[in-house]
């Protein structure tokens, strides 16, 4: 089951980062040796990555719905290429009229409401069934680390408020890899949230060549503007719920009660029957994501609101003028 991340991961120099840090060492070594040798399949279709360096959820999916809805609009097929965690398929297409979260993971449930997913831990069986489908270019959601799919664009992407933690490699920090190794493979990085002056200045500062691109989470308008006048019970199992709960709060909502649930975290009956009965005590509504719900056995979903998500890119231009070239390669592609 995945965990909560602790709160030393925040600490700079903390008592149990220090504690750790030998097994950061032997981590980082573990996953440099991982890509010695490898050599990268380089697929008949190009490559876009939403990754992260940062352990937890930065708002991949969403980036990744968003660049995906770019292709479309400019009459191309998109596929989504992800491991989709905590499922139970580990290589296929994604089917919702049949699959479910328990079957897929929750995030190709989301994705392939917008453009087909392929779901495969071998990242480049994954990219060739992709290519037998017909898409005209490859989005994967999450994967950065994989080294066996050679990539031709990656977005490394940071929560403005996180940033990168206490800088330190997993378990004594949040890290996947030293920044300095995954940026070199990066072609631009993502901050999503409001609070970016941080992370954005350590990235100016040290990576000054590496373009940044800002972009925020909101949620839907109407949805906000029907509940807004209730009380509000809002849980989440995300990789942040706290900015799912804040987002209510600057919405003006009268948020009651919170509760968090681990990233990726599958509600059981007794969950639900308690958040009901919880949500009844307080005379409140239960609220929740749309990565949530389909986690919960759809019997609830009539008794709980979803406040869907989607990206807002604050300077379109940028994305548009890294994505722009490829719209150029899949025509040539095609030809």
């Given amino acids: 089951m995945p965990i909560k991340s602790p709160d030393f991961w925040m600490i700079e120099d903390s008592f149990y980062s220090k504690i750790l840090s030998p097994f950061s060492c032997v981590y980082s070594l573990l996953g440099r040796m991982r890509s010695f040798h490898v050599k990268q399949y380089e697929s008949k279709l190009p490559v876009i990555c939403i990754g992260n360096v940062v352990m937890g959820g930065v708002g991949k999916t969403p980036l990744a719905i968003s660049i995906a809805e770019y292709f479309k609009m400019n009459g191309k097929k998109p596929c989504f290429l992800t491991r989709g965690y905590g499922g139970k398929i580990k290589s296929g297409v994604v089917d919702i009229t049949k699959h479910t979260a328990l079957d897929t993971g929750d995030e190709p449930q989301l994705l392939a409401q917008v453009a087909p997913v392929v779901i495969s831990g071998d990242r480049i069986k994954g990219a060739k069934l992709a290519e037998n489908l017909g898409a005209d270019v490859i989005i994967m959601d999450d994967g950065f680390q994989n080294p066996y799919l050679k990539k031709d664009l990656s977005f490394v992407v940071f929560d403005g408020k996180m940033g990168i933690g206490n800088g330190c490699v997993f378990p004594a920090g949040p890290l996947r890899e030293k920044v300095e190794n995954g940026l070199k493979r990066a072609h631009a990085c993502i901050i999503v949230g409001q609070d970016q002056s941080k992370i954005k200045g350590y990235l100016s500062k040290n990576f000054p060549d590496l373009p940044i691109i800002s972009v925020h989470i909101e949620q839907s308008p109407t949805t906000l503007r029907q509940i807004s006048q209730q009380k509000i019970y809002a849980f989440a199992g995300i990789g942040m719920p706290a900015k799912f709960f804040t987002m209510l709060q600057e919405a003006r909502c009268n948020l009651v009660k919170t509760k968090s649930f681990s990233d990726h975290y599958f509600y059981t009956d007794m969950d639900i029957i308690h958040l ?56 040539r592609n095609n030809e």
């Fill in 276 to 331: 009901i009965n919880d949500a009844a005590k307080n005379d409140a509504i239960l609220v929740t994501t749309s990565k949530d719900i389909v986690r919960i056995d759809p019997r609830y979903w009539n008794r709980i609101r979803v406040v869907d998500a989607y990206c807002v890119w604050d300077n379109p231009e940028e994305l548009c003028q890294k994505l722009g070239q490829f719209n150029q390669v899949i025509a």
